[in-house]
């Protein structure tokens, strides 16, 4: 819970951050992880991967969870309650007074409890006034909350009307366990019904360890503390008034502080009310934000310069993702800037190549474009690559390019069996785009030559294919295709 002032994120210093690494100082933007602040997840940090704290664009100054949590406590609602209590404890709980009032005295307390876990859940940084909670919202809500502490009241009242003192002190014990979890899971679910649900519970004391078992350490210390003076009779009635003021006062600094861990968790535990409306849109698909933070991630660690950790993360993330356009941009760049030449081409013929099986002939053709000049106008050595390449070249308007790799196509290729057709277009190319018609006679000559059947589908292919009108030399060989 220990912040910096907000601060620019360190690789967009026009953003505000809104992830922080205690261990790493790194302050992040929501752009460095993106739809982070959407999903139920802990945020890793990109350089040492433990979890990073969020920042809240909403609360300037940083003020620690323990200070907050007394803050809230000793308002004046706070003191009212913990004085008139104190009283009730100095005549002695057992007397009519005590039997009469210990019971509203303590579903009001439980309602100042259930106020401040609300309050500093949803952010608020104050105690909060008589006022305030009066109001009739206020006040609804907590009658709404209050059935949480049927349970609890109800293992106290049986405990006590036993007359044993340990069944009591054990009972105290199990309460000062349970509460602070029935408390956040009734305020972060909004229901009381789920402070009494076990699975609920459990997530909650999952989520919120780190915060919960010093709180239920204290309060089951405090039982212990407590039994004993407040039960033997002593002398004068000011310890047990003193002890009660204090122990309503910290379950009042305890409760708030429960709402700063639910409003740190507010994330994993799906607590609505503590993020604003904006943060809750539904929530990406995994298929969407996990490549989309791994990429972020890569990112990060590339800026840093700890390439090895980002070629680890990368080759991590693309066994998972082989598609993503995002993470093999980063991995296209990662191999260009540390790998020799040789293995860099390797790497980009079998990047084309399976961008052209799969259909993305335009990005195959973008990364041609992208790296062929710095490694002196390399083109792919597959011959059914570069035959594709040399088609999209010809689309997007680089009639030259297109030419000369179609004409380079070796017939020598055992494996390529588009030659013909390869050539075909390369004449195409000549008459159409490049103007030269008499070299383009030539060449069919030559293709109708050494592959007539080719030729001849080629042609009809082309007739068909073309809505424009044919060239009037193109007809016969179609009727000989047909006939
Ligand atoms: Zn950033
Ligand atoms: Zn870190």
């Known amino acids: 819970m220990k912040h910096p002032k907000p601060s620019p994120c360190r690789f967009h210093a026009e953003a505000p951050a809104r992830w922080y690494c205690d261990d790493c100082r790194l302050p992040l933007c929501t752009s460095c992880k993106p739809f982070a602040e959407q999903l139920p997840l802990e945020v890793d940090c990109p350089l040492c991967g433990s979890a990073m704290s969020e920042l809240h664009p909403d609360s300037e100054e940083r003020v620690s969870g323990l200070r907050l949590a007394l803050g809230h406590a000793?308002?004046?609602p706070g003191l009212a309650v913990a004085a008139v209590?104190?009283?009730?404890?100095?005549?002695?709980?057992t007397s009519i007074a005590g039997l009469l009032l210990t019971l509203p005295v303590g579903a009001v307390l439980l309602a100042l409890m259930i106020a401040l876990t609300q309050r500093a859940g949803e952010g608020t940084s104050k105690a909060p006034s008589f006022g305030e909670l009066l109001e009739i919202e206020q006040l609804e809500y907590c009658v709404r909350m209050l059935p949480l502490g049927l349970p609890h009241a109800a293992v106290l009242l049986l405990a006590a009307a036993s007359g044993s003192v340990a069944l009591l002190v054990v009972a105290a014990l199990l309460v000062a366990a349970l509460l602070p979890l029935s408390l956040m899971a009734a305020v972060s679910q909004e229901t009381p019904r789920a402070g009494i649900d076990p699975q609920g519970l459990r997530r909650i004391a999952r989520v919120t360890r780190q915060q919960y078992l010093p709180v239920a350490a204290g309060a089951a210390g405090l039982v212990i503390i407590a039994a004993p003076i407040l039960h033997l009779p002593v002398a004068a009635p000011l310890l047990p008034a003193a002890v009660t003021f204090a122990s309503v006062l910290l379950?009042?600094?305890?409760?708030?502080?429960?709402?700063?861990?639910?409003?740190?968790?507010?994330?994993?535990?799906?607590y609505s009310a503590g993020v604003a409306p904006i943060d809750r849109p539904r929530q990406p698909d995994p298929a969407v934000y996990e490549p989309a933070m791994l990429a972020a991630d890569a990112a990060s660690l590339l800026r840093e310069k700890r390439t090895h950790e980002a070629r680890l993360l990368l080759g991590r993330a693309l066994t998972?993702?082989?598609d993503d356009p995002r993470l093999n941009e980063q991995f296209d760049r990662l191999v260009c800037t540390t790998a020799r030449p040789r293995e860099f081409r390797s790497h980009l013929e079998r990047r084309m190549q399976r961008l052209f099986k799969s259909g993305s002939a335009t990005a195959a053709t973008a990364l041609w474009q992208r790296y062929s000049p710095q490694l002196d106008n390399w083109v792919p050595r597959v011959s059914e690559t570069r035959y594709r390449l040399a088609l999209e070249l010809d689309e997007a308007g680089d009639h030259q390019t297109a030419f000369r790799l179609l004409i380079g196509l070796?017939?020598?290729?055992?494996?390529?069996?588009?030659?013909?057709?390869?050539?075909?277009e390369a004449a195409r190319i000549l008459e159409e785009s490049l103007r030269d018609p008499r070299r383009a006679a030539e060449l069919r000559k030559v293709v109708r030559q050494r592959y007539p059947d080719k030729a001849v589908a080629w042609d009809s292919r082309w007739m068909q294919g073309s809505s424009h009108a044919a060239p009037a030399r193109r007809a016969p060989a179609a009727k000989v295709a047909r006939g």
């Open 320 to 322: 998972r993702f082989p």
């Open 74 to 76: 000793i308002g004046l």
């Open 251 to 270: 379950a009042l600094a305890a409760s708030a502080y429960l709402g700063v861990a639910l409003r740190l968790h507010r994330r994993m535990l799906e």
């Open 85 to 93: 209590a104190s009283l009730l404890a100095a005549v002695g709980f």
């Open 410 to 424: 070796s017939p020598d290729d055992g494996r390529f069996r588009h030659t013909a057709e390869a050539w075909m």
